[in-house]
Every structure is written in C-alpha cells, then in structure tokens.
C-alpha cells in the first residue's frame, strides 16, 4: 500500500476540487486527556450539510480519521 492511499486529507481536497465543493475545512473542536494521551475530536466540513467528525491522539490522525470518514461517505453516494 503506497503511503498516498492513506493520505484521505489529500484525498479529500482533491475530491472536492474536482467535484467543484467547497475546500474542505479541518477545526479542532475538542481535546481532552493528559499530554502523554491527548485524543483530538476534529470536524470536517465541506458546507453545512456534509459535516463529520474525526478523533486521534494527534491532530493530524484525527483530520486523517475525520477526512477518511469524508471520502467513504462521499464515494458511497
């Protein structure tokens, strides 16, 4: 598996850039837990309606979990 299959985030964007979607925005909207073990809750959004949320212990896994939500959702449709 190359490295840029599991880039979603870039994925993402791309997605969005080639469908004509709005870029999509990546906002902390919470972390909690102790410095060693933070875990990030980030929400993605392309418009008000297409909203996920992504969780990981840094805030790049946790845009990455949130943008791979974003991606299997969109290419379901």
């Not at 599991?6 to 909690?32: D, M, T, W």
């Not at 418009?47 to 946790?62: E, F, I, P």
């Amino acid at each position: 598996l190359a490295v840029e299959d599991l880039n979603y985030k870039g994925q993402l964007i791309e997605y969005c850039h080639s469908n004509n979607l709005r870029a999509p925005q990546f906002k902390v909207i919470n972390s909690k837990g102790p410095e060693h073990e933070k875990l990030f809750i980030i929400k993605v959004s392309i418009n008000s309606d297409m909203v996920w949320r992504g969780t990981g212990s840094t805030k790049k896994s946790a845009e990455q979990d949130g943008a791979k939500r974003a991606i299997s959702f969109l290419m379901d449709k």
